[in-house]
Nanobody, 120 residues
């Protein structure tokens, strides 16, 4: 079945841009009518939905992160990417990618998660 795998640097400096990639196997990110999300978990905020990109390339963002987050995709590689600008230590979290739908952006298919630490 569908599998998702996060990848990217585990350490990012404050004020820099965090960039993570989710590689999807067992299904296409262009298949109707799925949505592909980024979620993070931290002690301070718990589980937080960040944003999503759907099968057609439309993007959606949490209001709290809209000014800093950007989600894009590479359909030839079956990957989608999160970029989070101007990071601070408060962005330290475990970051997950997940598959969902319009009714629920985050469904039952998740990656294993990857730890990202923001520190000098």
């Amino acid at each position: 079945q569908v599998q998702l795998q996060e990848s990217g640097p585990g350490l990012v400096k404050p004020s820099q841009t965090l960039s993570l990639t989710c590689t999807v196997s067992g299904g296409s990110i262009t298949t109707n009518y799925y949505y592909w999300s980024w979620v993070r978990q931290s002690p301070g905020k718990g589980l937080e939905w960040m944003g999503a990109i759907n099968y057609g390339g439309s993007t959606y963002y949490s209001p709290s992160l809209k000014s800093r987050a950007s989600i894009s995709r590479d359909t030839s590689k079956n990957q989608f990417t999160l970029q989070l600008k101007s990071v601070t230590p408060e962005d330290t979290a475990v970051y997950y990618c997940a598959r969902g739908a319009r009714s629920s952006y985050v469904g039952d298919y998740w990656g294993q998660g990857t730890q990202v630490t923001v520190s000098s």
